[in-house]
């Protein structure tokens, strides 16, 4: 009973060891938030959820001066994290931060080491930079509203050729006529040698009625 009762005791102090606050919970650094301001972020991962209030001071040039930024109390602090941010009154490279943590009984000290900006500081965006180059055409210009086709050069050919095979006379009497009525030289032939056989056939008719009314 007496070592179990030691274990136990054993178990119970390491637990509130892990559980304390400490200046090892906290954590600062210079960022740019969503809005691509300069802020510096601090972060309370204070598993016990003690209350910090955590003040930001600005080191100024004469020595050991500083100037008290602002003031912010982290009221629930979780083992996974919870930040505050403080926007400084100038943010330019090189200046440097003090963050001081009070968090009840249990804390009163700096983070170590001081946040210093970094000497790429941020932007804000602006509209213009992502707005596009060009703008679209308006609603009732002509070249937007009514569509152009192009035509190709094969029906510009066939457009230019087609008045021209109209308006250009053609021969009497020539090949070219024949070849456009669908006739040739062999037609011409074909009904000459029609005409005299039906010029043939109708004189042996005629001689052949003469001779029987003779004989009759």
Known sequence: MGTLGAAAALSIGIADTALACSISDFSAAAVCDAGSNGVIRVTDKDASGTPATVKLY???????????????????????????????????????????????????????????????????????????????????????ATPTTTPSPAQSSSAAAAPGASSAPTPAGGSSHLAETGAGNGTTVIAATAAALVVTGGGMVIALRRRAAHRS
């Open 58 to 144: 600005l080191q100024l040039s004469m020595p050991g001066g500083e100037r008290l930024i602002d003031t912010k109390t982290i009221e629930h602090p979780t083992a996974q994290g919870v930040s505050v941010d403080f926007v400084p009154w100038t943010w330019a490279p090189g200046q440097t931060f003090r963050v001081h943590i009070k968090a009840s009984d249990k804390v009163d000290d700096d983070i170590q080491p001081m946040t210093v900006i970094p000497d790429e500081t941020c932007a804000p965006s602006t509209p213009s930079s992502s707005a596009p180059a060009t703008s679209p055409a308006h609603p009732s210009s002509p070249s937007s």
